[in-house]
């Protein structure tokens, strides 16, 4: 109104808001160090630039330190070190990021990442480069080497051999992307996929690899966030929506089998071609109804327009999607859930900052949540709905001197069975606990309008 002024001032402790409750005018006397000040300036005339010849100085990246990160991971029973590194130009008009990870059986992720910021639209690139090995002892029905028991109960005893596997996927993600307003977000971008597999057998049979997935897609995608804004949006949302839609074009290749190259004298892939439509989506609404309570509901949908081999399948499951239930436990080609979250405060520190040895809480944080879901196949009259429900507990924190971190661990419990008959295999889960705990430098959030992840997911198939 005019007759207050609200500032920040830095103290000892960090930034703290003031207000000055008159204001009143300053004294000119007091608004210079130097007596007379105008009177000391020396005088300058106008330089003569009519002669002067003159051209566009193109900007030329000068970049920033490369700075690198640990990355402590534990991945399927294996303990799995590595690193995330960063460095941007000055003015970020090149920003780039990476990881890599590595285990004791030489297993690794890698990821790299590029945003060139020159140009109005971003020109991005996304890189993985991931390696799976194992390894497994057969039977060998062509070799006997004994017998158990005598008779007609006899049962003969086969000599084994092994196999070792080896798994590595690429994929590349380039395009472009483009803010529409300040809360609208465009991407136009294609996904190009390779996946090869390598047998070593230890019974003296060579070696063979093959590839066994070739693909690519042409993605559209568009999001809007409009999440009211406020210190807490990371950990505890308060208010508005986000929605997202992403439309792609596959065209995939999928090995089928093999067949004999004349010419080469050796085994040549053969592909089943699956092209089809893909459309994922999502709706998350946020309503503060009392206080610091916000009730969330949202929506999530995915859609292929056709039979596909089940590698290529959307999935209902898992971190993003019913917590009750294992990633691989609901899909198919169409996917819906529904999920209602309560979130509620549970602490927030007030006035001095308070320190647990390197590590500065900011926020702690409770969710109820409850979810209604379905994969399936072809019609919908194949739909089987199913239940979970669980809690989760939030943390927010600051390490060391600036180092966001975000600490979860959610508990839930899947309130139907689940039977999964896939490629002659029946798989029945039923009702259980599932737990989740993260420690990341953000709260996971579902990606917007495709919670459905890339290619990459089906490694683990």
């Given at each position: 109104d005019g007759t207050k002024i609200a500032f920040s001032r830095y103290e000892w402790d960090g930034y703290k808001l003031a207000l000055l409750e008159q204001i009143t005018p300053v004294d000119r006397a007091n608004m210079t160090y130097i007596q007379n000040y105008p009177q000391t300036i020396p005088k300058s005339a106008p330089l003569d630039t009519s002669s002067t010849k003159t051209k566009p100085e193109i900007y030329k990246p000068t970049f920033e330190k490369t700075y690198?990160?640990?990355?402590?991971?534990?991945?399927?029973?294996?303990?799995?070190?590595?690193?995330?590194?960063y460095t941007s130009d000055y003015i970020e008009k090149l920003n780039l990021f990476g990881g890599f990870a590595i285990n004791g059986k030489a297993d690794y992720d890698l990821y790299l990442s590029a945003d060139y910021r020159q140009l109005p639209p971003v020109l991005f690139m996304d890189f993985y480069n991931i390696v799976r090995q194992d390894d497994k002892r057969f039977d060998d029905t062509y070799k006997i080497i004994g017998q158990r028991g005598s008779g007609a109960t006899a049962e003969p005893i086969y000599a084994t051999y092994g196999i070792k596997y080896k798994f590595t996927l690429y994929e590349l993600d380039v395009g472009f992307r483009y803010n529409i307003d300040e809360k609208t977000v465009a991407s136009?971008?294609?996904?190009?996929?390779?996946?090869?597999?390598?047998?070593?057998?230890?019974?003296?049979?060579?070696?063979?690899?093959?590839?066994?997935?070739?693909?690519?897609?042409?993605?559209?995608?568009?999001?809007?966030?409009?999440?009211?804004?406020?210190?807490?949006?990371?950990?505890?949302?308060?208010?508005?929506?986000?929605?997202?839609?992403?439309?792609?074009?596959?065209?995939?290749?999928?090995?089928?089998?093999?067949?004999?190259?004349?010419?080469?004298?050796?085994?040549?892939?053969?592909?089943?071609?699956y092209n089809y439509w893909q459309i994922d989506a999502s709706f998350d609404y946020y309503y503060k109804w009392w206080r610091d309570f916000v009730v969330a509901p949202s929506a999530v949908i995915g859609y292929i327009d056709r039979t596909v081999d089940p590698f290529f399948h959307l999935y209902a499951g898992g971190l993003y999607g019913m917590r009750g239930y294992s990633f691989y436990s609901l899909g198919g080609t169409r996917t819906a859930i529904a999920q209602l979250k309560q979130q509620m405060p549970i602490w927030r520190p007030e006035g001095k900052k308070q320190w647990l040895g390197w590590i500065h809480p900011t926020d702690l944080y409770f969710n109820l949540f409850g979810d209604v879901g379905t994969a399936f196949r072809g019609d919908v009259e194949h739909a089987k709905w199913v239940r979970d429900a669980g809690a989760e507990i939030r943390f927010g924190a600051v390490s060391g001197y600036s180092f966001p971190t975000a600490i979860s661990f959610a508990a839930a419990r899947g309130l139907d069975r689940v039977t999964v008959v896939e490629n002659n295999v029946t798989t029945v889960y039923d009702p259980d606990w599932r737990f989740y705990f993260t420690i990341l430098f953000g709260f996971t959030q579902p990606p917007t309008g495709a919670r459905t992840p890339s290619s990459v997911h089906n490694l683990s198939k």
């Open positions: 690198f990160l640990p990355r402590l991971a534990w991945d399927y029973g294996k303990f799995k070190p590595g690193f995330y590194a136009l971008y294609t996904i190009m996929s390779r996946y090869n597999a390598a047998l070593d057998f230890d019974d003296g049979t060579p070696a063979f690899g093959y590839t066994y997935f070739k693909g690519r897609s042409f993605v559209a995608s568009i999001v809007q966030s409009a999440i009211s804004r406020s210190i807490t949006n990371d950990i505890h949302p308060a208010g508005g929506y986000q929605f997202g839609v992403k439309v792609q074009k596959a065209q995939n290749n999928f090995i089928e089998g093999f067949t004999v190259n004349a010419e080469k004298l050796t085994l040549q892939e053969v592909y089943v071609p």
